[in-house]
Each structure stands twice: as C-alpha cells, then as structure tokens.
C-alpha cells in the first residue's frame, strides 16, 4: 500500500470533467480579484438597502396619508347621509305633525259690530 | 468600474468550509446565525456583514447563470435586495448560505428572462466577453467562447456551477428550479460538447 490510495483520484471518464477545460472555464468566470471591488459592492449593495429602508419609511406614511384620505371621505359620506336622513327625518316630523291635527276646525261666527248693517265678519279660530 | 483580472484559481472554498478541524465552522455558524438575527431585527450593520461574508458566492452563481460581469453584479444585488426583504421570513435553522443562492439565482433567472425580452430579434445568443486573462491565448478563449455559446443556457450554468464553483447536482437543482437528474443530465451534455469542440486543446497548450 502507497500514500497514492490517500490522494484524490482524477476523473478520467468520458462523462466526468477534463481538467484543462475546466481550467479554463476557471479563468473564464473567474470574479474580480481586486478586494476593492468588494468594497464597493458592498457599499452599493448597503446604499440599495437603505434607500430601500426609506422608501419604505415614506412607503408607510404615504400608506397612511391614503388610509387617511380614505377615512376622511368615508366620515364625509356618513356624516352627509346622516344629515341627509335628520333633515328628512325633520321634515316627515314636520309633516306628521300637520297631518296629526284635529281634522275639525271650529268656526266661530262671531258678530261684531256691525260696521254697516247687513254685514259680518267671520273669524276662524285655529288651535296653533 | 474598472476591475482587476483574477488569475485562474482553484474552485474557491466555501465560505463554512472547516479545514481547521478545530470547530470553527462551527464557531462560524453560530456567528452568521447571530448576524442573521440581528439582521432580522432591523441591524443593518449585521446584513453588511452577511453581504461581506457571502457576495463572492453570490456573484458566482449569478454569473455562472447570466454569463456577463455587468448582469452577474446586478443579480447579486437584486439577489440581496431581495433577501434583505425576506428576511423575516427566513428560518433560523436553515442554511444562510443555500438559502441566499437560491434567492440570487432567481434573481439571475429573472434577469436573463428580462433581458431576453428585450433582446429579442435583436442580437444572437452569445457569450459576454470575461474578464481579459493575459496569460490566456486569445484564440483559446475565442474557442471556449464559442463553444460555451453552443450549449444551452441552462447546460452552460449547469456546467459552471458544478465544475467551476463545486456544487452538488442537488444544490444546483434547487437553484435553477429543475430536477437533480436534469441537472445531472445537463452537466453530462455540456461536459462531452466541450470535449468534443475543445478536443485538440492540450495540443495547444
């Protein structure tokens, strides 16, 4: 037995890779080796981030200005048909109330003096 | 901005890869966790350093998906946007890591599918220039271009994240959204298409 049983086997088979080909793959997507550049991304990506933490922030209140809004004009609707509905509901009070009086009105012919004989006047005495 | 070459390197080890023996992978998850959590407690500062510890990652499996440089960046950050906006409802016993790569490789996916909209009848399938490697004869990459221009997309991502950036069939499978099997399919596919293309390479080199 060899320490070679200990080593990692290349893969010569027809389906498994071929190093040089891979080597170039390698070299062909290989990443930006400068750390700075790192740097960088990450400074973009953290910028994206936090723009995105603030639109977020104005996300939430603009969220609420329409909340808002929307409850101003529902407020506005209910409170318009409340009126509505109380200056009906006077108005049928009102209505009512003409059709609850006495459907009798008394007539009261009283003579006064007569300005000129013959004549009379007539005074209708209404209970309102 | 302008970037330097990275020399061809060895697949890149991830990021909880324990070498040491001595637990630290452990010592690191238990600190990633911790950021994660102060990170879903609105810490921004906590999600700078999630972004330090996983960006080389994620611009991988981007660019592994998107192909160009340009589009790789923009994935990563929208792949991290995003992220940043689901983190409430990320578990804490998953992987951070898995987790971040499937959101990047969405945004990746969505990308690709944007820009293929936009491209359409305009311009052929191509593969973008990469970074320039002066130690790489031109007319090598000209072929491995083309070569990687006839695979399909999917079979190219399949390809590049396996080989290139080491991950599992099933990894690969979660992040672009197909079986194990299809990916496994895939890798075969690409693998013996840039064998037969690449054939005469080691002559060359």
Redesign the interface.
């Known amino acids: 037995m060899t320490n070679d049983m200990n080593r990692p086997r290349r893969d010569t088979s ?5 190093d ?15 750390a700075g ?2 740097e ?3 400074a ?3 910028r ?3 723009e ?2 603030s639109t977020e922030w104005w996300d939430v209140l603009s969220g609420w200005g329409r909340a808002g809004l929307a409850a101003a004009a529902v407020a506005a609707v209910v409170a318009g048909a409340l009126t509505l509905r109380a200056q009906d509901e006077e108005r049928h009070v009102a209505y009512e109330a003409v059709l609850s009086q006495p459907e009798v009105v008394t007539l009261q012919v009283r003579p006064e003096e007569p300005a000129t004989e013959g004549a009379e006047s007539v005074r209708f005495d209404l209970p309102y | 901005m302008t970037v330097a070459l990275a020399v061809p390197a060895p697949p890149r080890p991830r990021v909880m890869v324990d070498r040491s023996g001595d637990g630290s992978v452990h010592e690191a998850l238990l600190r990633e966790r911790a950021l994660v959590r102060a990170a879903q407690q609105g810490d921004t500062v906590a999600f700078s350093a999630l972004v330090r510890l996983h960006q080389r990652r994620a611009y991988a499996v981007a660019r592994a998906i998107v192909g160009t440089h340009e589009d790789a960046e923009d994935a990563a950050q929208d792949g991290f946007l995003h992220a940043y906006r689901a983190l409430h409802r990320f578990l804490p016993d998953q992987a951070f890591g898995a987790w971040l790569h499937r959101i990047v490789a969405n945004a990746a996916l969505d990308l690709t599918r944007r820009r293929k909209v936009r491209a359409a009848d305009e311009l052929p399938e191509t593969v973008a220039a990469p970074f320039r490697d002066p130690g790489e004869a031109s007319h090598l990459r000209e072929r491995l271009q083309g070569a990687l221009a006839q695979l399909t997309e999917r079979q190219r991502s399949v390809i590049v994240l396996h080989d290139v950036e080491g991950f599992k069939h099933a990894e690969i499978g979660t992040m672009l959204g197909i079986p194990e099997g299809t990916a496994r399919s895939d890798l075969h596919h690409a693998r013996a298409h840039l064998r037969r293309v690449l054939g005469g390479l080691r002559s060359e080199l």
């Open positions: 027809p389906s498994g890779p071929d040089e080909i891979t080597r170039l793959l390698r070299a062909h997507y290989a990443p930006p080796a400068d550049y790192w960088w991304l990450e973009k990506v953290m994206r981030v936090r995105q933490g």
